[in-house]
């Protein structure tokens, strides 16, 4: 293509920048929205399999396999069976078996989840790239009653080493009971992991054993309100779940099969990769909703773009004239007119990846906080330029009408006496 074309399509272009500055907001927008969407889904996708990592199984009472990943992982429903702590030894002494982290729910510190497991939690459990949890402050618990803060409770509500707070039994809404005989005391504090872990606070199981002795049905019987800490009520009779790691992957299914087929009790053990990708499965109609929306907005742009070139020929008449007049092929008119769209398509792409990189960077801390997802400011992904290629090419189909009709007009004007 002859540079002065390209030139000649850029002034032409610039000559009506004010008409064609809604086409390119449109177009912007909607290069926001689709690549937006493109770039939270990946990134949602790796919030998700980021949560759970090096873990090999997740066994819990016989149910559905979503709700035990839900209230394991992401600390979401509360769970209504439990397994035995017997069961659980019973499983860690299998061949193959290199470590169990019993998981116990059903507490809570102003909304936020209390878990109960071992200290092999803060050993064993991984997440992202098998990356494991590391202590911007302080350390694992030392006494019977202390707790392990995520970095979103502490920063929402201001705990650090030292800080005391008290449980209430269940999600903490209306009528929950304090568990203000024991105050629990933080003895460290986890560094951000963009997962559930985030909101989460840890003790240990002993210590949600001796809350509730002396409970039954989620409520202390009569004079026994306080919670006991003698030892033989520190040792958890009943988990809700528990994280299994094995010495070697393949010996998972056999595994499998043993949980499934307990004898003890009904038992059941999920492959938390395979019941992640069902949960992700669910979000497919969502995600399809959104992707159609925006590429509707991108078909609305490049159909008000092609009006705008359209309008415009009749008042460029005599212009696309006078270039045939001067040696302009019909062809290098066809040409010119693509070159336009192509270039105000360009200038949209360019405005609406900015826009996005924009609010990436403004708003990826805020979100982080808030909802646990990180957006990353990285290199554009494959999918993501098959949408940027997507557009453009949408818009040289969309610029070839106004391009015939360009033909027509200057092909008539130049076998015109009177053009």
Same mark, same amino acid.
């Given at each position: 293509? *002859?540079?002065? /074309?390209?030139?000649? +399509?850029?002034?032409?272009?610039? *000559?009506?920048?004010?008409?064609?500055?809604?086409?390119?907001?449109?177009? +912007?927008?909607?290069? !926001?929205? %689709?690549?937006?969407?493109?770039?939270?889904?990946?990134? /949602?996708?790796s919030h998700f399999v980021s949560a759970v990592s090096g873990t090999d199984l997740i066994v819990g009472a016989r149910g559905g396999q979503l709700p035990l990943l839900l209230y394991t992982v992401f600390h979401v429903g509360t769970p209504t069976n439990t397994m035995k702590a017997s069961s659980v030894e019973a499983i860690a002494a299998q061949p193959g078996v290199a470590w169990v982290v019993p998981i116990v729910k059903g507490d809570s510190h102003r909304g936020y989840p209390v878990m109960g497991t071992s200290p092999g939690y803060f050993e064993h459990v991984r997440y992202g790239l098998k990356q494991p949890l590391v202590f911007q402050s302080g350390g694992p618990w030392v006494n019977a009653f202390d707790a392990v803060l995520g970095a979103e409770v502490a920063d929402a509500l201001g705990y650090t080493v030292s800080s005391q707070l008290t449980l209430a039994h269940g999600d903490g809404g209306l009528n929950a009971i304090a568990h203000d005989d024991h105050p629990f005391t933080v003895s460290g #504090?986890? #560094?951000?992991?963009?997962?559930?872990?985030?909101?989460?606070?840890?003790?240990s199981t002993q210590a949600l054993s001796a !809350?509730?002795? $002396?409970?039954?049905?989620?409520?202390?019987?009569?004079?026994?309100?306080?919670?006991?800490?003698?030892?033989?009520?520190?040792?958890? #009779?009943?988990?809700?779940?528990?994280?299994?790691?094995?010495?070697?992957?393949?010996?998972?299914?056999?595994?499998?099969?043993?949980?499934?087929?307990?004898?003890?009790?009904?038992?059941?053990?999920?492959?938390?990769?395979?019941?992640?990708? &069902?949960?992700?499965? /669910?979000?497919?109609?969502? &995600?399809?909703?959104?992707?159609?929306?925006g590429w509707l907005i991108a078909a609305v742009s490049l159909a008000g773009l092609m009006s705008v070139i359209l309008t415009s020929?009749? &008042?460029?008449?005599?212009?696309?004239?006078? %270039?045939?007049?001067?040696?302009?092929?019909?062809?290098?008119?066809?040409?010119?007119?693509?070159?336009?769209? /192509? !270039?105000?398509?360009? #200038?949209?792409?360019?405005? $609406?990846?900015?826009?996005?990189?924009? %609010?990436?960077?403004?708003?990826?801390?805020?979100?982080?906080t808030r909802a646990g997802l990180t957006l990353s400011l990285s290199l554009p992904t494959p999918s993501e330029g098959i949408i940027v290629l997507s557009i453009i090419a949408a818009s040289l189909l969309a610029s070839l009408i106004p391009a015939w009709r360009a033909y027509r007009v200057t092909l008539a004007d130049g076998l015109s006496p009177s053009a």
């Open positions: 293509m *002859n540079l002065w /074309l390209l030139n000649l +399509a850029w002034r032409s272009a610039w *000559n009506r920048r004010f008409s064609l500055t809604f086409t390119v907001v449109s177009i +912007a927008l909607a290069t !926001l929205m %689709l690549l937006g969407l493109e770039r939270a889904r990946n990134d /949602l996708r #504090v986890l #560094v951000r992991t963009g997962t559930p872990v985030d909101r989460s606070i840890l003790v !809350l509730h002795a $002396g409970w039954i049905g989620g409520r202390p019987l009569p004079g026994q309100g306080k919670a006991s800490v003698l030892p033989g009520a520190l040792q958890p #009779v009943t988990v809700n779940a528990a994280l299994i790691g094995l010495e070697r992957r393949a010996a998972v299914f056999s595994l499998q099969r043993y949980i499934n087929s307990f004898q003890a009790e009904p038992l059941m053990a999920i492959l938390p990769g395979v019941t992640l990708d &069902e949960l992700w499965g /669910l979000l497919t109609p969502i &995600e399809s909703t959104l992707g159609v929306m020929l009749n &008042e460029r008449r005599r212009e696309l004239a006078i %270039l045939r007049s001067v040696g302009a092929r019909p062809g290098q008119i066809v040409l010119l007119v693509s070159c336009e769209s /192509l !270039l105000v398509t360009l #200038v949209g792409l360019l405005a $609406g990846s900015i826009a996005l990189f924009a %609010l990436i960077a403004s708003l990826g801390p805020w979100l982080q």
